[in-house]
């Protein structure tokens, strides 16, 4: 999915990589040893370590928050239920992305030139579509989870059990994987106009395919079932209110929809802030003449990357299972007792 990015912003070091001087007017380069080298930008010394403490803070506070949900979900039991599973997929291309791309992508941002070589490069290229490919194929699976539980509730337990929601998310990754190697061979060729960038350009055809498949296509499934998810919800929740009012006991029935209610609109929150993140980044591949400076391009980069360190806050507000799973891992005493 970075495709995109990289077609429309691939060069977002233009600026930097070819105008930038030193103080004294000699030019630094990436590769010193290399005629063919980018000019890298010069900083000022602090500058170098804010940014640095800024993307290492924001890389390991993201990897530490996914983790703790994924051994949350992991290791307790009564946490082990399709929906969680779903979760601590999401979880683990979120933690991946603050393992693998923030890192990468921070030092390119920093020093303005890519150390890695080209193999480095297309294996980020590769790694960075396939966790933004899976977490939106995630984000649809917990759309179609929430849908049938507050949509059709008798089925649920009949429909999605763990078994098939295990082998669903193996196939998603497996889906992503290969859909984003193709995408890296399709590649129409990689424009290098010096040695320590980073870029790819992709025909307009696939730009467009991808666009469908990876982003319009998904939202259109997510907003079409989360509209018809908080219409139901609402409806049962008046239904249920009317009930404690009148002073009718409450079966146990209409406590769980009114969990499973919550629980929707707790992963709806989920689904929009995702969506606010990334729909700056493809709306931008409808306009392909559109020129954008680095600094707005990169902004808009790392409002997808920041969704990955979002989420784990979204479960500790809305979910106390996550709250009080956390407590007992920071205690490991508790931790290593039978859950």
Known sequence: MDHHFEKKF????????MAYKTEDHETQYCFPAINSSCIKTKRPTHEYNIMYLFFSVLSVWTVILNLLVIISISHFKKLHTPTNMLILSLALADLLVGLTVMPLEGIRLIETCWYFGETICRAFSVIMGLLFSTSLSNLVLIAVDRYVAV?????????ITMPRTIIIICVSWFCSSAYNILA?????????RCYGECTFIISFAWTIIDLFLSFLL?????????????????????????????GKHLTEGSVRRKSESKAALTLGIIVMVYLFCWIPFYSLSLTPNTRMTSAI????????YISSAVNPLIYAIFYPWFRTSVKYILNLSKLFKPS
């Open 151 to 159: 949509c059709h509730p008798l089925l649920y337990p009949q429909k």
């Open 10 to 17: 691939g060069s977002q070091e233009d600026t930097l990589l």
């Open 184 to 192: 890296d061979i399709s590649s129409s060729h990689r424009n290098y």
């Open 297 to 304: 391009a990169c902004f808009i980069l790392w409002m997808v």
């Open 218 to 246: 998904p939202c259109i499934i997510i907003i079409t079932l989360y509209l018809r998810i908080f219409y139901v919800a609402h409806h049962q929740v008046k239904v249920i209110n009317s009930l404690m009012r009148s």
